[in-house]
């Protein structure tokens, strides 16, 4: 007989008032569950900013390696798994647009790759850690956070007005744009954009598309949304390639990605059982 191990039980805590900060989104995880966590965590078209203070230890596995205690995730298309026991943490997910000044680091040495945040901001990844854990309520966490963030933010230079929007176009048209269009439109070549948008924001512009593209793909999944419809409707040129890309970035298939718990907090990625709203409950395998 086979025995399937439960779903990790989260806390999940979202921010109770919108962020004075453009491009941050922030979300508070709370392991309840009896067993260690073995959480799956897709690639996200955004910079991931884990901060942990709870008093088990976690650890962020890749192809590549593992990476433990506070890290980056940079934009990337590989799967990582969250693993631990008594994990508390705060999730940050930061545009490209203004990592890499906020971080201390070109995005370009991101890509692909988990980083100890004690390589970027040295004793101040342990100082907020020793603040988070010795702040009893969520929103105040996330406001110690803001404010860090903030202090960074303000003398952080911006990328380029071009690269700006080139990425917005691509985030809004949900991955389906042509490089050369875009550079057209610019009145760039397309050797130019790759280069600047990939110096800025750490990835090429077509991988990003396909990032983004991959990112929608998935939350129509989990929406519900039958795959043949979602490889139609979502610019792959059929079924198989659908297939084909969410094996290739998640490691399991569009049928399965659909129920799989995921770590990415938004109004569409979350499991219906158990959810009530969105500030303070607990749901069973947060996606």
């Not at 073995?38 to 203070?53: R, Y």
């Not at 799967?79 to 490209?96: D, F, K, M």
């Not at 929103?139 to 380029?160: C, G, K, V």
């Not at 795959?227 to 490691?251: K, N």
Request: with cysteine.
């Amino acid at each position: 007989m086979r025995v399937t191990a439960p779903e990790p039980v989260w806390d999940v805590v979202c921010p109770s008032r919108p962020g004075r900060l453009p491009g941050i989104r922030m979300a508070g995880f709370r392991d309840r569950g009896v067993n260690p966590v073995d959480q799956l965590a897709l690639p996200h078209p955004d910079i991931t900013l884990l901060l942990e203070f709870g008093p088990g230890a976690v650890t962020v596995d890749d192809a590549a390696g593992r990476c433990g205690g506070s890290l980056v995730s940079g934009l990337g298309t590989g799967t990582r798994r969250v693993r631990g026991a008594q994990i508390e943490c705060v999730q940050v997910r930061l545009s490209p647009l203004i990592a890499g000044p906020l971080l201390g680091v070109s995005l370009a040495e991101l890509s692909d790759t988990l980083v100890p945040l004690d390589a970027l901001w040295g004793r101040e990844s342990a100082l907020i850690r020793e603040q988070l854990a010795e702040t009893p309520l969520w929103d105040q966490r996330f406001a110690l956070i803001e404010a860090l963030l903030a202090r960074r933010y303000a003398d952080a230079p911006s990328a380029d007005p071009e690269v700006v929007w080139a990425w917005r176009r691509i985030r809004s048209g949900h991955g389906l744009v042509r490089v050369d269009a875009l550079a057209d439109e610019l009145g760039w070549t397309r050797k130019r954009l790759w280069s600047r948008f990939q110096t800025q924001l750490g990835l090429p512009p077509k991988r990003a598309a396909t990032l983004v593209r991959f990112d929608h793909a998935v939350h129509r999944l989990a929406a519900g949304t039958d795959p043949a419809r979602v490889a139609a409707e979502t610019g792959y040129a059929d079924q198989s390639h659908l297939h084909r890309d969410i094996v290739a970035f998640s490691g399991i298939t569009p049928t399965a990605v659909a129920v799989t718990s995921w770590l990415a907090v938004d109004d569409i990625a979350w499991p219906t059982a158990g959810m009530t709203s969105m500030s303070t409950e607990s749901w069973v395998g947060a996606r």
